[in-house]
């Protein structure tokens, strides 16, 4: 990482640890919410362990009080930077009545927000392009300063929608950036056997402007989406961007990875883990200390505490509440 200051990049020392603890924060979620998995009292995770570093250094380019976000399941370094707060997600993954994504109807990962500007995702996946891609549309229509980011997997730009929103958005030269997190594998299935070519080669197809970084780095990530986002702005139209991340751990709690990956494979993902790797280009250049990363994990335990023991103790929707906004309610 220390090919690329962060001074240059106009980050200072403050911008880096705010990096580095929501990055750290999304990871110990994400623990956490595993463990309460495996002790039967959440019903599923779907993680984003390995590609916080992406997500964060992505999110950090954007402006949180204009710019819409079409986040995909594993964004949780997204949604945080954008206002989410961790009782927010704990809330979600418990499935309580106070769930800003859905009062607990839907499962983790499905984020919506609308006074955060969190579009609302659906479980088929890269249906949230085509949403991403509306909202960058309406904003040029109305003339609006804002620019409209989504994200997916590797796997999902092989799906129509990713397709047909990156071409509407390419012809009508849309505020829209596409980030795909290529974490190597979509479910079981090597990024080999899912793509002829590069995905990043897929933006002149579009006719869009193409990066492909080191999702591992936060900076990089950060400075390949500032340059997008400023295209957008000047009204140059969509980027695609590609962050090669490597996924730490099972697709979700409801796979096993050791059926499709070896042991050394996963050694050396979890060797490069972002956030070790983040830490120590912190230390390197003299922003953090073994001291400061140490008080800064134990205040971020202390709200993934917090969170776990809200949400836990939160009420569950009432029975009746179960086809509360799926008919009219109003009068007639």
Same mark, same amino acid.
């Given at each position: ?10 980050? /200072? ?25 495996? *002790? ?18 992505? /999110?950090?380019?954007? #402006? ?29 993954? =418990? ?15 499905? =984020? ?8 609302? %995702?659906?479980?088929?996946? /890269? ?17 609006? #300063?804002?620019?409209? =980011? ?12 990713? &397709?047909?929103?990156?071409? =509407?958005?390419?012809? &009508? ?23 002829? %070519?590069?995905?990043?080669?897929? *933006?002149?197809?579009?006719?869009? &402007? ?6 591992? !780095? ?11 986002? !400023? ?5 140059? %139209? ?30 050396? %993902?979890?060797?490069? #883990? ?11 250049? !003299?922003?953090?200390? !073994? ?30 509440? *179960? ?10």
């Amino acid at each position: 990482m220390t090919e690329i200051l962060h001074a240059k990049l106009g980050l /200072a020392d403050s911008d880096l640890l705010q990096m580095y603890e929501t990055m750290l924060l999304a990871r110990r979620l994400d623990e956490r919410m595993w463990l309460l998995n495996r *002790a039967g009292k959440i019903p599923f995770v779907i993680s984003c362990q390995g590609q916080e570093a992406a997500q964060v250094g992505a /999110a950090f380019a954007l #402006d949180t009080t204009k710019d819409y976000i079409a986040p995909y399941y594993r964004d949780l370094g997204v949604v945080l930077h954008f206002g989410m707060t961790p009782r927010d997600i704990m809330l979600s993954a =418990f499935a309580k009545a106070e769930d800003p994504n859905s009062g607990g109807r839907q499962m983790p990962g499905h =984020f919506g927000y609308k006074a955060k500007r969190i579009l609302t %995702g659906s479980s088929p996946v /890269a249906t949230q392009i085509p949403h991403a891609v509306g909202v960058a549309l309406a904003g040029k229509m109305r003339n609006e #300063d804002y620019v409209s =980011f989504v994200t997916l997997g590797e796997g999902s730009t092989n799906q129509g929608d990713f &397709h047909e929103g990156a071409n =509407f958005a390419g012809v &009508h030269k849309l505020p829209v950036i596409i980030m795909v997190e290529n974490n190597q594998y979509a479910i079981s299935v090597p990024v080999e056997k899912q793509l002829g %070519g590069k995905i990043v080669d897929r *933006a002149l197809g579009y006719g869009m &402007h193409g990066f492909s970084v080191d999702g591992k !780095n936060p900076l990089a990530v950060y400075e390949a989406m500032k340059e997008a986002v !400023n295209r957008a702005r000047n009204g140059e %139209g969509p980027s695609l961007i590609e962050a090669v991340t490597f996924r730490l751990t099972s697709h979700s709690s409801d796979d096993d990875d050791r059926a499709y990956r070896t042991k050394e494979e996963l050694e050396e %993902g979890k060797a490069n #883990d972002p956030i070790r790797l983040f830490a120590d280009y912190l230390i390197e250049i !003299n922003v953090a200390t !073994n001291e400061l990363l140490d008080e800064l994990n134990r205040k971020v335990m202390a709200i993934v505490d917090d969170a776990t023991e809200y949400a836990e103790n939160a009420p569950y929707a009432p029975p009746e509440h *179960a086809l509360k906004y799926v008919y009219w309610e109003g009068e007639s």
